[in-house]
């Protein structure tokens, strides 16, 4: 099993390695010292291309590692298979000046950029 993580950037077009940053309750896309707040007046659309779950690491191991100290090899696959999960969505941005970018986000990221619209 591969665990992967949510890069939270814009991976093609406009803005491409530009990294989602949630700074005093704003969204922000930074890239070395430069910031741009994320509102309405920015993007003009958001559209969810493509959606994945994965396991939560922590959770996976927590779980494993409980299940198997109190019920041994079977309480271990049975944490293991009640591991939480994590979201990872890939979304094609619209911006404002009609220029368009592909970003693949975490559920916390997503759920902010889907209050925009």
């Known amino acids: 099993m591969i665990i992967i993580r949510a890069r939270n950037k814009i991976i093609e077009g406009k803005y491409k390695e530009f990294?989602?940053?949630?700074?005093h309750g704003?969204?922000?896309?930074?890239?070395?010292e430069r910031?741009?707040?994320i509102n309405r007046m920015l993007v003009y659309s958001v559209q969810e291309l493509s959606y994945t779950e994965q396991p939560d690491?922590?959770?996976?191991?927590?779980?494993g590692y409980l299940g198997n100290k109190f019920l041994g090899t079977l309480g271990m696959i049975a944490g293991i298979a009640s591991a939480n999960k994590k979201g990872i969505h890939r979304l094609q941005i619209l911006?404002?000046?009609g220029e368009e970018g592909i970003a693949e986000v975490?559920?916390?990221?997503f759920n902010r950029i889907m209050l925009l619209g």
């Open 95 to 97: 911006f404002s000046n």
């Open 26 to 32: 704003q969204l922000y896309l930074c890239c070395l």
């Open 19 to 23: 990294q989602f940053k949630i700074k």
């Open 106 to 109: 975490d559920d916390n990221i």
């Open 35 to 37: 910031e741009i707040a």
């Open 57 to 63: 690491t922590m959770s996976l191991l927590a779980r």
